[in-house]
């Protein structure tokens, strides 16, 4: 291939996007650039969905690993990329197919929801897959008289808890950026804006103490939507900051205060345009869940999909 010469990093991906019919899906987490470049920019559900019924014919996963995945489950025909393969996730670590085989014997009548931050073989092993959106719709779908093991985030599951009433199994795991945000600031921070709207996402650490403090509980994409829909002019935001970009791009005049400012998620902040020029290029690096894996994989995922 003879090399042409680019005037921008974002010219060049946009270029081998349409040679390689691509697509480019990002996290809003995911660093300014790629969002601005991206086919769709937004939370893992509607990732998720966007990709299942995509007829490209590259998936360039923009995100941590599990998401891309979620996408090689659901289009096992496509080739599935991603910019750097140690962009994971600390909270999908924190359960692997061991554990929950052990917590699922101790519990044989359990019913897992496993939230889509988990590795493939680990939804392999469960019965209904969920994300923050629909945790709530997920949980109530299932027969109350059922026992339910969630896992592995634990400040979600104890907000599913609050939500619907039922007494859960929770798992001991959290994403290691949202517990840095804590009450306190939160706090401090209400203090010092009167007016400001206060959203924060289920994955927070604070999440049990200051839940009577939020004025919404919300995924990512509840919050793009929240903030648009609503006459506020000031919101503190209890999430990765990543998504500020995306709430300042689609709201210049409302003004965003992060909860915590090095709530900074050093995966997802790993993937760069430059590394999607070379995944782009080179074809790298492919994400592919095995054929059997994938197979059972899919159930708990389409079972959330038909519940959403
Ligand atoms: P959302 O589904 O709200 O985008 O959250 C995904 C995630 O990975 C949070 O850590």
Redesign the pocket.
């Known amino acids: 291939m003879s090399k042409v010469l680019y005037s921008s990093l974002e010219e060049e991906v946009l270029s081998l996007k349409r040679e390689r019919n691509a697509i480019i899906l990002a996290?809003?987490y995911q660093i300014g650039e790629i969002q601005d470049i991206a086919d769709l920019c937004a939370?893992?559900?509607r990732l998720a969905q966007y990709a299942a019924k995509t007829d490209a014919d590259v998936i360039l996963f923009s995100g941590v690993h599990f998401m891309a995945e979620t996408a090689s489950i659901l289009c096992p025909d496509k080739l599935v990329l991603v910019p750097d393969l140690e962009a994971g996730?600390s909270?999908a670590g924190m359960v692997d197919t061991d554990q929950l085989k052990k917590w699922k014997d101790e519990h044989p009548e359990g019913v897992v929801v496993a939230y889509v931050?988990t590795s493939a073989a680990v939804k392999a092993l469960s019965d209904y897959c969920c994300?923050?959106?629909n945790a709530v719709k997920v949980v109530n779908s299932i027969p109350r008289d059922k026992e339910i093991l969630f896992i592995p985030d634990y400040f979600l599951g104890r907000y599913v808890e609050a939500q619907t009433g039922r007494a859960i199994h929770l798992w001991p795991g959290y994403?290691t950026i949202?517990v840095r945000i804590k009450g306190s600031e939160i706090e401090k921070l209400k203090g010092e804006h009167p007016k400001a709207e206060f959203l924060m996402?289920p994955?927070c650490g604070c999440m049990t103490s200051t839940m009577h403090l939020a004025d919404r509980i919300l995924?990512?994409?509840g919050m793009v939507n929240y903030v648009h829909e609503s006459p506020a002019q000031e919101f503190i935001i209890a999430t990765?900051t990543g998504i500020l970009h995306r709430l300042q791009k689609d709201n210049p005049h409302k003004t965003f205060y992060p909860a915590a400012r090095n709530a900074v998620c050093e995966y997802m902040k790993r993937n760069t345009l430059e590394k999607i020029v070379d995944s782009l290029e080179n074809l790298q690096y492919e994400v592919k869940v095995p054929k059997e894996l994938a197979n059972r994989a899919r159930l708990p995922i389409e079972r959330m999909l038909k519940i959403v």
């Open positions: 996290h809003n939370d893992s559900l996730c909270l931050n994300t923050s959106t994403c949202h996402h994955e995924s990512t994409e990765e």
